[in-house]
């Protein structure tokens, strides 16, 4: 790997924003593609925090901050992205339910949604089936993505997919949902088409929706 | 008040104690909104009482609520009618934000003064021993930050973070002293947030914390933190909590070899999976499958994971109960 690329991996993989933007300006300096920033360095470097996440090497905490090291880098690179025409991995609308403000699950989930690529259109809190209505019909989204920390909040994401049929928008979007009291066995039961047990293994869920 | 210990409550018996975490259920017995009972102390005691008198368990809490600390210091709080009450938002962004919220004595916040009132309502009235919820120091700092921020901050703000978790701790040891006061026989230190951090950071920014709470408790002290907490264990070993409330993720064969025998591991029936989705039958195999993997341990109660769902069948929760009493 060349030695800004290099640089852009481990600022990373320590969380450190000033490291990674240097890196991106170096490599930009040395007419390193946009491209090949985005796929070397940065999905590269998302992919091992994520193992080390699976693996228990990294926390939350570590991973939140490599993912804001990321978004520093992305920063720079993006509208040179848009500029050379680089597809981006999907369209993610995501939320918090209805009812429910617990963002960290949420967060983490678009932030290593962004490290693999996809565009995330965050809709914060507290969104109602209404607005991830809207939001899917003003996007084009090809995912949605809910998030529920609490029990009680759950049965928004049912009333989201009910939401969606009704306005005619379900065979559009493939649907995942996540959040500590879910279980596969629910998503089934409310008619999501993917679940993730964790922000790291959401990637390869909205990967495999897209590839079906 | 003497000094009870926990494990003695266990090993004085032939079965274990059976302690679902029960509070919400209280509130269809008494007809009555998740939101009623947190204001109004009397209707919260006679939820409680209704549960004790249908259910009969071996010791009883009052309503699990994580924003009673966080509305008494000052942060904003969002009471849906029939759910958790959530922080709205989150002041804290550095040590000048953390000195406004420190002019504010909890006790004489109205929600506060509530639970106390509810305890003592329990403890003149209910002759099982009685336990109080309070809020972990870590868990409170990040209602005051934000979780996300408060774990970034854990790494690149950590001055900030000891400061918000001492200021927590300052104000949940006043508020359990007067819990004690108030008669709690046992006060349950809730610490969800931790689950996220790795064991180093739950040492340096919970840990050192609980363990001056659980040093200044004149009543038997539990820790209960929900989710998956295998890699917290040992940490959690040394906070001097005498008992470790944990929830289903956890294995439980394998984590009461790895405690002291004088500490009392309390779990961990699934509260959605098995209490509300599952027939009474299901339950009932679940608490016999518990049972008979904790055989032969003295130092196990028989309890639910995290606080049951209000939803929870009242059927289950019987279904809990005859389970437990039967272990044969």
């Not at chain 1, 992305?74 to 403000?101: F, H, N, Q, R």
């Not at chain 2, 109205?110 to 021993?129: C, E, F, G, H, W």
Request: aromatic share 6%; with cysteine.
């Amino acid at each position: 790997m060349e030695q800004p690329l290099q640089e852009i991996y481990q600022g990373i993989l320590d969380g450190d924003q000033g490291m990674v933007m240097d890196g991106v300006n170096q490599a930009l300096a040395q007419n390193i593609q946009p491209a090949d920033i985005l796929n070397k360095a940065m999905i590269e470097a998302m992919g091992q925090v994520g193992k080390l996440f699976e693996e228990g090497e990294y926390f939350v905490p570590e991973m939140l901050i490599a993912a804001r090291a990321m978004q520093a880098g992305l920063g720079i690179l993006k509208p040179l992205l848009v500029e050379a025409d680089v597809k981006s991995a999907g369209k993610v609308v995501a939320g918090t339910v209805k009812g429910d403000l617990h963002d960290i699950g949420k967060n983490l989930v678009t932030m290593m949604l962004e490290g693999a690529a996809f565009e995330i259109i965050d809709l914060g809190t507290d969104v109602s089936p209404e607005k991830f209505v809207e939001a899917v019909r003003e996007t084009g989204a090809q995912i949605v993505a809910m998030s529920a920390l609490l029990t009680t909040t759950m049965p928004s994401m049912k009333d989201t997919i009910e939401a969606l049929k009704a306005a005619g928008l379900r065979q559009n979007v493939k649907i995942m949902v996540g959040g500590a009291p879910l279980t596969p066995e629910y998503a089934h039961e409310i008619g999501a088409d993917g679940f993730a047990p964790d922000a790291s293994r959401a990637v390869a869920t909205a990967k495999q929706l897209l590839a079906s | 008040m003497t000094a009870k210990r926990l494990i003695d409550l266990c090993t004085t018996r032939q079965n274990p104690l059976v302690v679902p975490l029960m509070g919400f259920p209280g509130t269809q017995l008494t007809h009555s909104s998740i939101w009623q009972n947190e204001f109004n102390s009397d209707l919260q005691f006679r939820s409680i009482q209704a549960l004790v008198e249908r259910f009969e368990p071996d010791a009883i809490f009052y309503i699990m609520d994580l924003a009673v600390e966080a509305g008494a210091i000052g942060l904003p709080v969002l009471f849906p009618v029939d759910g958790s009450p959530t922080v709205r938002s989150h002041l804290v962004k550095d040590i000048q934000d953390l000195e406004q919220l420190k002019i504010v004595d909890i006790l004489h916040d109205a929600r506060v003064k509530t639970y106390l009132d509810v305890m003592q309502r329990m403890s003149s009235n209910l002759n099982i021993p009685k336990g109080a919820y309070v809020i972990g120091p870590f868990t409170l700092a990040g209602l005051m930050m934000g979780a996300t921020e408060l774990a970034m901050a854990t790494i690149d703000n950590p001055a900030l973070v000891h400061a918000a978790a001492e200021f927590a701790t300052q104000t949940i040891i006043r508020y359990t002293g007067a819990l004690v006061d108030a008669g709690a026989d046992m006060i349950v230190i809730l610490e969800p947030t931790a689950t996220f951090i790795s064991p180093k950071a739950f040492k340096k920014f919970s840990g050192q914390y609980v363990e001056k709470i659980i040093r200044s408790i004149e009543a038997m002290p539990v820790l209960h933190i929900c989710g998956d907490t295998k890699h917290l264990i040992s940490a959690m070993c040394e906070t001097g909590a005498q008992g470790l409330s944990l929830d289903a993720p956890v294995d439980f064969n394998d984590t009461i070899q790895k405690i002291p025998s004088d500490m009392v591991l309390i779990g961990n029936i699934d509260p959605v999976r098995v209490m509300v989705y599952e027939t009474p039958k299901g339950v009932e195999k679940a608490v016999h499958q518990l049972l008979t993997r904790m055989r032969g341990h003295q130092n196990f109660i028989l309890s639910t994971g995290c606080d049951l769902p209000p939803e929870t069948p009242l059927d289950n929760i019987a279904a809990f109960i005859k389970a437990g009493r039967n272990q044969n």
